[in-house]
C-alpha cells in the first residue's frame, strides 16, 4: 500500500522534537512570569477582574500543553517509540485537544467581555457585577473535557513493543479507525474551531467598528480602546495563524488517508507526502499559540502592563541607586 512507502518518519522526528523543545522554553519561561505578575495583583487586591480571571484558565491551559510537550519531544527523539506505557500515551494525546479547545474558549470569552466594555457598557458593568466568574470557567473546563473525551479511548499506532516500548500518537492505517476520526473531527471542528470563530469575527467587527467612530477622549476611554484593539489583533492572530491551518489541514490529511487505506492514490507518493509535512507544520504552528499567551497578558491584562511596567521602573531606581552608592564609596576611597 502507499502508506507503507510514502512514510514520514524522519521528517517527523527532525521537525517535532525542535518545535516542541522550543515552545517549551519559550511557553515556560513567559508564563512562569505571567504567573508571578497575576499572583502580585492578586496579593495586592484579594481579587481578580472577570479579565483576568479567564486570562489564568488560559494561563493554566496552555501551561498544562507546554509541560506536556518534552513527552512529545522524547517520543520523536527515541526513534518513534513511546516508554512510558499506554495510559500515559492517551492522556497525553488527550491533554493536547483539551487544552487547545478550553484555549480557544478562554479567547472567546475574553473577546465577549471586550466586545461589551466597548459597544455596550452598561451590561458589561452588570456582568462585571453578577456574572459568576468561577462558574463560567468550570462550565468550559467540563464542556471540553467531556466533548473530547472519546479521545481517551482511540487506540494510537500499532501494538508492537520494542525495548517495552510501542507507537502512540499514531494514525491506525485501517477504514473503521480514520471513519472514526473524521467524525469526531467534523464534530469538533464544528464546535471547537468554527462557531468560536465566527464569535471572534462578530465581536471583532463591532469592536473594529466602534473603535474608528469619533468619540470621548477621556484617558479611561482610550485605554479601554487601546486594550480592545490589541485583543481584536492578537486574537484573530491566534485562530489565521494558529488554528485555522491545523483545522483546514487536518481535515485534508484525515480525508487523504482514509484515500490511502483504499488504495486510491496507487503508487504515487506526491500527494500523500504534501499532505503528511502539511499536516506536520501546522500542527507545530498550532502547538505554538502556547507559548503566545504573555503577549496577550501583556497588552490586554487589567492591571497587568502597570504592574510590570513599576517593577522595571523599581529595578532600574534600584539598579541607579546601587551604582551611585558603589561611586560614592569609590569617590571616598580615592579622597583618602
Known sequence: MVSQNCSIKDFKESVFPAAYLLVFILGVVGHLVSMYIFFCVWRKKRCLTTVNLFMVNLLVSDLMLVCSLPF???????GSRWKYGRVPCRL???????NMYTSIYFLVSLNIMRYLAMVQPYR???LQRWCNGPFVCLFIWLFVALTTSPLLFLTQGKNTT??????CMELRNNNQSIQILIFINNTTLTVGFVLPLACTLWCSVFVAY??????PSQQTITIMKKKAFALVIISLCFFIICFLPYHAMRTVFLYTELGVS??????SCNVVWIV?????????LSVAHSCLDPILFFFVGENFRSFFTQQ?????????????GQQGAELKILQK
Open 72 to 78: 512529545r519531544a522524547s517520543y520523536y527523539l527515541s
Open 92 to 98: 497525553i494525546f488527550y491533554v493536547f485537544y483539551l
Open 124 to 126: 458589561y458593568k452588570r
Open 162 to 167: 520494542i525495548d517495552n516500548s510501542h507507537e
Open 210 to 215: 466602534r473603535l474608528w467612530r469619533p468619540g
Open 262 to 267: 483504499n488504495d486510491k492514490f496507487g503508487s
Open 276 to 284: 503528511r509535512k502539511g499536516a506536520v507544520v501546522t500542527l507545530c
Open 312 to 324: 522595571l521602573r523599581r529595578w532600574r531606581t534600584d539598579t541607579g541607586n546601587r551604582k551611585r
